[in-house]
């Protein structure tokens, strides 16, 4: 299902962050990450802008699942805006979530 503008992916986000927090390794999990993996596939540089920029910035995640959404996110943004500073940013939390 394609995301029409910036909020509806930010929702999107919004909406799979906690179960990616509280139960990191259950089918609800499963589910969000297709959902959002589906999003990413139809996001655009503008859409993925404000959120990739916003798990940067924001705390630590608190799962290792959560940690990889936020660098799927950051990733895609970078794939899709050639950002440099996104690609750094997934370079050190993917490393780091490999030492988990």
Do not use: K
């Not at 139960?23 to 990413?40: H, I, K, N, Q, V």
């Not at 503008?46 to 799927?72: D, I, K, Y």
Request: some cysteine; glycine content about 8%.
């Amino acid at each position: 299902m394609a995301v029409d503008n910036a909020g509806g992916f930010e929702d999107t986000i919004s909406s799979v962050s906690p179960v990616l927090a509280q139960y990191p390794d259950s089918y609800e999990t499963w589910c969000a990450m297709f959902l959002l993996e589906e999003r990413l596939g139809t996001a655009t540089p503008v859409q993925l802008s404000h959120p990739a920029a916003s798990l940067m910035n924001g705390g630590a995640p608190v799962t290792p699942t959560e940690g990889l959404a936020t660098c799927r996110v950051v990733a895609a943004h970078a794939r899709t805006a050639g950002a440099l500073e996104a690609c750094n940013y997934v370079a050190v939390a993917s490393g780091a979530l490999l030492t988990l």
